[in-house]
């Protein structure tokens, strides 16, 4: 009976360090460190992107504003406008209410966030 049960703590001991191995963990994904800040104007919400402070350009980039706010939701087309900015015209969120956007930059990276106000 002792003999089985080496073999057996054996076996499991071997099984278990194969999951184990670095070679089979997945990598973490990497962190984002992009900010977004919304302002609204009369004419709808511009979005400024940085990274770590620094300004992201946005030429070139196209995305999506969306926004809930209890049981009203809504979304806007973003359009790039200034250095390291993007626009929903038109667009009119509630006060209060949750922001994500997704951007699509020039290079056709895509960031998804959610859009702190001012």
């Known amino acids: 009976m002792k003999f089985t049960n080496i073999v057996l703590a054996t076996l499991l001991s071997i099984s278990t360090a194969a999951f184990a191995h ?6 973490p994904p ?7 800040h919304a302002a609204k104007q009369k004419d709808g919400v ?4 940085t990274d770590k402070g620094v ?3 946005t030429a070139g980039a196209s995305g999506k504003l969306v926004w809930t706010e209890g049981t009203k939701n809504g979304e806007a087309v ?13 667009a009119k969120p509630p006060a209060g209410s949750k922001m994500q956007a997704s951007i699509t ?4 990276t895509v960031f998804t966030g959610d859009v702190h106000a001012k």
């Open 105 to 108: 930059f020039a290079d056709k």
């Open 55 to 57: 300004k992201v350009p």
């Open 22 to 27: 670095p070679e089979h963990e997945e990598a």
């Open 46 to 49: 511009v979005i400024h992107v």
């Open 30 to 36: 990497p962190q984002q460190t992009m900010k977004l």
């Open 78 to 90: 973003l359009e790039s406008v200034g250095e390291n900015s993007m626009q929903a015209k038109n």
